[in-house]
Protein backbone atom coordinates (compact mmCIF):
# COMPACT_ATOMS: atom_id res chain seq x y z
CA UNK A 1 0.00 0.00 0.00
CA UNK A 2 1.43 3.13 -1.20
CA UNK A 3 0.39 6.18 1.48
CA UNK A 4 -0.79 9.66 -0.69
CA UNK A 5 1.96 12.33 0.18
CA UNK A 6 -0.47 14.48 2.44
CA UNK A 7 -0.64 10.80 4.26
CA UNK A 8 3.00 10.69 4.64
CA UNK A 9 3.09 14.26 5.82
CA UNK A 10 0.24 14.16 8.46
CA UNK A 11 1.82 10.50 10.16
CA UNK A 12 5.15 12.24 10.60
CA UNK A 13 3.11 15.83 11.57
CA UNK A 14 1.43 13.47 14.26
CA UNK A 15 4.72 11.41 15.41
CA UNK A 16 6.09 12.88 18.79
CA UNK A 17 9.53 12.35 17.78
CA UNK A 18 9.84 14.92 14.84
CA UNK A 19 9.54 17.70 16.17
CA UNK A 20 12.14 16.67 19.11
CA UNK A 21 14.28 15.62 15.76
CA UNK A 22 13.75 18.56 13.68
CA UNK A 23 14.58 20.51 17.18
CA UNK A 24 18.03 18.37 17.58
CA UNK A 25 19.33 18.83 13.95
CA UNK A 26 18.84 22.48 14.59
CA UNK A 27 16.41 22.60 11.21
CA UNK A 28 12.60 24.19 11.37
CA UNK A 29 10.20 21.51 11.88
CA UNK A 30 8.53 21.76 7.80
CA UNK A 31 12.18 21.88 6.26
CA UNK A 32 12.50 18.17 8.53
CA UNK A 33 9.30 17.59 7.00
CA UNK A 34 10.17 17.96 3.84
CA UNK A 35 13.65 16.40 3.54
CA UNK A 36 11.86 13.12 5.38
CA UNK A 37 9.26 13.32 2.69
CA UNK A 38 11.43 13.41 -0.36
CA UNK A 39 13.80 10.59 1.07
CA UNK A 40 11.00 8.07 1.70
CA UNK A 41 9.15 8.94 -1.89
CA UNK A 42 12.84 8.47 -3.36
CA UNK A 43 13.96 5.70 -1.19
CA UNK A 44 17.48 5.00 -3.56
CA UNK A 45 18.15 8.60 -3.29
CA UNK A 46 21.44 9.51 -1.56
CA UNK A 47 21.52 12.63 0.90
CA UNK A 48 23.91 14.82 -0.79
CA UNK A 49 27.41 15.44 0.90
CA UNK A 50 28.74 19.45 1.12
CA UNK A 51 31.74 20.34 1.85
CA UNK A 52 32.09 23.82 3.18
CA UNK A 53 35.73 25.82 3.90
CA UNK A 54 36.42 26.33 7.54
CA UNK A 55 35.84 30.36 6.99
CA UNK A 56 32.45 29.84 4.85
CA UNK A 57 31.43 27.35 7.82
CA UNK A 58 31.51 30.28 10.39
CA UNK A 59 30.05 32.53 8.23
CA UNK A 60 27.23 30.15 8.50
CA UNK A 61 27.26 30.15 12.26
CA UNK A 62 28.80 27.02 12.92
CA UNK A 63 32.78 26.03 13.92
CA UNK A 64 34.35 23.44 12.11
CA UNK A 65 35.74 20.53 14.12
CA UNK A 66 38.80 19.62 15.43
CA UNK A 67 41.22 17.40 13.50
CA UNK A 68 40.98 15.69 16.61
CA UNK A 69 37.18 15.57 16.95
CA UNK A 70 36.98 14.53 13.49
CA UNK A 71 39.74 11.56 14.27
CA UNK A 72 37.51 10.65 17.55
CA UNK A 73 34.55 10.59 15.69
CA UNK A 74 36.10 8.20 13.06
CA UNK A 75 37.43 5.80 15.36
CA UNK A 76 34.31 5.35 17.21
CA UNK A 77 32.14 4.71 13.90
CA UNK A 78 34.96 1.88 13.05
CA UNK A 79 34.93 0.78 16.71
CA UNK A 80 30.76 0.46 16.55
CA UNK A 81 31.33 -0.66 12.74
CA UNK A 82 33.20 -3.86 14.15
CA UNK A 83 30.95 -4.49 16.89
CA UNK A 84 28.19 -4.99 14.69
CA UNK A 85 30.45 -7.55 12.01
CA UNK A 86 29.84 -10.81 14.25
CA UNK A 87 30.24 -14.02 11.28
CA UNK A 88 32.24 -16.98 12.14
CA UNK A 89 34.58 -15.46 9.03
CA UNK A 90 35.84 -12.22 10.88
CA UNK A 91 39.28 -12.21 11.44
CA UNK A 92 40.26 -12.08 15.39
CA UNK A 93 43.63 -11.35 15.47
CA UNK A 94 42.56 -7.74 12.88
CA UNK A 95 43.54 -4.72 14.60
CA UNK A 96 41.24 -2.21 14.21
CA UNK A 97 41.83 0.89 12.14
CA UNK A 98 42.92 4.41 13.86
CA UNK A 99 43.62 7.61 12.20
CA UNK A 100 45.49 8.35 15.12
CA UNK A 101 48.10 6.01 16.14
CA UNK A 102 50.63 4.80 13.81
CA UNK A 103 49.59 1.84 11.58
CA UNK A 104 51.00 -1.51 13.38
CA UNK A 105 52.61 -4.57 11.79
CA UNK A 106 50.32 -7.60 10.80
CA UNK A 107 49.99 -9.98 13.16
CA UNK A 108 51.70 -13.17 12.29
CA UNK A 109 49.73 -16.43 11.80
CA UNK A 110 51.08 -19.93 11.99
CA UNK A 111 51.02 -21.69 8.48
CA UNK A 112 49.04 -24.28 7.92
CA UNK A 113 50.84 -27.70 8.03
CA UNK A 114 51.50 -29.72 5.27
CA UNK A 115 50.01 -32.68 4.17
CA UNK A 116 52.07 -35.52 3.18
CA UNK A 117 49.72 -38.24 2.08
CA UNK A 118 47.87 -36.34 -0.66
CA UNK A 119 48.72 -39.35 -3.19
CA UNK A 120 46.58 -41.76 -0.92
CA UNK A 121 43.75 -39.47 -0.68
CA UNK A 122 44.05 -38.55 -4.28
CA UNK A 123 44.16 -42.26 -5.25
CA UNK A 124 41.11 -42.88 -3.08
CA UNK A 125 39.06 -40.03 -4.63
CA UNK A 126 39.95 -41.36 -8.20
CA UNK A 127 38.77 -45.27 -7.38
CA UNK A 128 35.31 -44.02 -5.84
CA UNK A 129 34.87 -41.59 -8.94
CA UNK A 130 35.69 -44.54 -11.08
CA UNK A 131 33.21 -47.12 -8.79
CA UNK A 132 30.56 -44.52 -8.91
CA UNK A 133 30.61 -43.82 -12.45
CA UNK A 134 30.57 -47.83 -13.62
CA UNK A 135 27.58 -47.95 -10.89
CA UNK A 136 25.33 -45.29 -13.21
CA UNK A 137 26.02 -47.83 -16.40
Same mark, same amino acid.
Given at each position: ??????????? /?? $????? &??? @? *?? !???? #?? %?? +???????????????????????? /?? $????? &??? @? *?? !???? #?? %?? +?????????????????????????????????? @??????????????????????????
Amino acid at each position: MTLSPEAIRSR /LL $ADPNT &PKL @A *EQ !LGVP #LE %EY +VKQVMHFVQNPHEEPQLLVVGDED /LR $AMGHE &PPS @A *EA !LSRV #LD %EA +VALAGLTETTDFTPAKKPLVSLTSPPQPPVPTAP @APARTDTSSDLDAQLRRARFSSHQGK
